[in-house]
C-alpha cells in the first residue's frame, strides 16, 4: 500500500498496525497483527465478514504493505442478517 506511513521499522509494524485497526474497530475480536516481508498477517475473531473486509483494507492502505493474509480470522457461519445495520 502506498497510503498511510505507520511505521519506519519491521519492529513496530506489528503494534502500528493493530493500532491503526483498533482506533476504528470495525468489529474484530482478539486482534493480533504480524507483519513480515511487507505482508500483514491477521488473527483474531470477527463478527461479520464485512468486519474483516474493512480491517483488510485498513491494513492494505499502510505504507509498505503489499499482501493481507487473514487464514488466522476466523469468520462466524452465518452470513444473512436482515437486521444488519450499515455502520
Known sequence: GSGHKLFSTEKE???KIEEHIRTSNPGIENLKVKY???TVYLSGDAQTPDA???AVLMAGNVQGV???NVDGVKIPK????PQALEG
Open 66 to 68: 503489499d499482501t493481507v
Open 78 to 81: 452465518q452470513v444473512s442478517n
Open 13 to 15: 509494524a506489528d503494534r
Open 52 to 54: 474483516l473486509q474493512k
Open 36 to 38: 513480515k516481508n511487507s
